[in-house]
T-cell receptor, first 114, second 113 residues
Framework: DTGVSQDPRHKITKRGQNVTFRCDPISEHNRLYWYRQTLGQGPEFLTYFQNEAQLEKSRLLSDRFSAERPKGSFSTLEIQRTEQGDSAMYLCASEGTSGLGELFFGEGSRLTVL | GENVEQHPSTLSVQEGDSAVIKCTYSDSASNYFPWYKQELGKRPQLIID?????GEKKDQRIAVTLNKTAKHFSLHITETQPEDSAVYFCAASNFIGDDKIIFGKGTRLHILP
């Protein structure tokens, strides 16, 4: 499968624990996005990368959230000291170099904070 | 920053009728407006998009219109079928400025038999 892959697909954790999600974009896609989606809502922008450079991080995102894309390929999203309000689906998407603008989403990583 | 509003949040139409979903955006610099469809339990997928240099675009039963003056754009689905039942998201970005893509909150479309 050459699509966007995310791992893990599901994560259950206790409040206060740290979690890390990984996203592998489509090969050679230079732009990578992280979104958060809760039930009945649209994807909420978290951050995005152009190759290894983080272009922007949402002002709504607390300092507990950090993302990296060290070699311009896969990316990780870490949430420290998780809270119940962090429970959501975390979606990764990549955008190609063709300039067409289409986002290719992964299946998402569902986080449940108990 | 960009803000995208989408209406209605839920829409039910009889099979065979048309459905219209409307979005407004706040940033006049936005020039790229995609629509994504998300079926239950699946990832969002692009169904159609429009750029600011055109006012309308069609792809079979789906069309999108754009009014840059009023800063709103709409998705039109004709001859609706059961497989059109899904959540639809509009989005906007300043593609020339390499800006991020911001989504609306979504419209849940129910096609009634």
């Amino acid at each position: 499968d050459t699509g966007v892959s995310q791992d893990p697909r599901h994560k259950i954790t206790k409040r206060g624990q740290n979690v890390t999600f990984r996203c592998d974009p489509i090969s050679e896609h230079n732009r990578l996005y992280w979104y958060r989606q809760t039930l009945g809502q649209g994807p909420e922008f978290l951050t995005y990368f152009q190759n290894e450079a983080q272009l922007e991080k949402s002002r709504l995102l607390s300092d507990r959230f950090s993302a990296e894309r060290p070699k311009g390929s896969f990316s990780t999203l870490e949430i420290q000291r998780t809270e119940q309000g962090d429970s959501a689906m975390y979606l990764c998407a990549s955008e190609g170099t063709s300039g067409l603008g289409e986002l290719f989403f992964g299946e998402g990583s569902r986080l449940t904070v108990l | 920053g960009e803000n995208v509003e989408q209406h209605p949040s839920t829409l039910s139409v009889q099979e065979g009728d048309s459905a219209v979903i409307k979005c407004t955006y706040s940033d006049s610099a936005s020039n790229y407006f995609p629509w994504y469809k998300q079926e239950l339990g699946k990832r969002p997928q692009l169904i159609i998009d429009i750029r600011s240099n055109v006012g309308e675009k069609k792809d079979q039963r789906i069309a999108v219109t754009l009014n840059k003056t009023a800063k709103h754009f709409s998705l039109h689905i004709t001859e609706t079928q059961p497989e059109d039942s899904a959540v639809y998201f509009c989005a906007a970005s300043n593609f020339i400025g390499d800006d991020k893509i911001i989504f609306g909150k979504g419209t849940r479309l129910h096609i009634l038999p």
